[in-house]
């Protein structure tokens, strides 16, 4: 399976996250046997942000990964496509702000936030260098950037174990607790295609970030991308990349936080 072959229009996929929206948290926390709320408490660690300062968190859906920095006092805005899925967030969170945007074309001028973050969401954008690129834009030279996306297994006995759940387990368990199974089978094939880890890492070097690290959990089923925006007179793109390093190295500079 490539990805040109997953590839759908924007309306459609945004549809498709409209019709699960409802009961798309209990979901994900059940298809992750409850995995998903440690990686979002890696992410907020990783992002390291403090009251006062301002993020994005793209593709945030109905929210769930935008309430530890609205919690913690932080200028949080959650942007997704989905206006179903900012619907069903609004409604719980009436207090974080919501707006519906494009990752490939963002409605934020340049340099507005302090970090941008976006989890589980850059594989479901048609261009997603494109939307690399959108989030360097806004972000403040400086400024963080920190992705949490499904990867590959790095152990190669898991990565068949993994797959095998995820062609046939997940689809079977998502017709029996979602409103829209073919939906995860979706998903679940486009996590199947998405990169690995260090391809990952070389898109975010080729969109201008610097200081480009990751962190596997679980095995390597998740990975999370940390970056920063050059400061500003920092140099071109290309020379940036350029002395990031080779990226096969890139995963021996990630410190280990406390779980």
Known sequence: MNRASLEKRPDEVATMFDDVAPKYDVVNDVLSMGQTRRWRKVVVEAMDVRPGQRVLDLAAGTGTSSEPYADAGINVVACDFSLGMLKV????????????????????????????????????????????????RVTKPGGKLVIAEFSQPVVPLWRTMYTEYLMRALPAIATKVSSNPDAYVYLAESIRAWPDQDHLAAWLQEAGWEEVTYRNLSGGIVAVHRAHKPLAGNGSAAAIAAHTGPVAKLRRNIPRTAR
């Open 89 to 136: 967030g609004k409604r719980r969170r009436p207090d974080i702000d919501f707006i519906a945007g494009d990752a490939t074309n963002l409605p934020f001028a340049d340099n507005t936030f302090d970090a941008s973050t976006i989890s589980f969401g850059l594989r479901n954008v048609n261009e997603p260098k494109k939307a690399l690129a959108e989030m360097l």
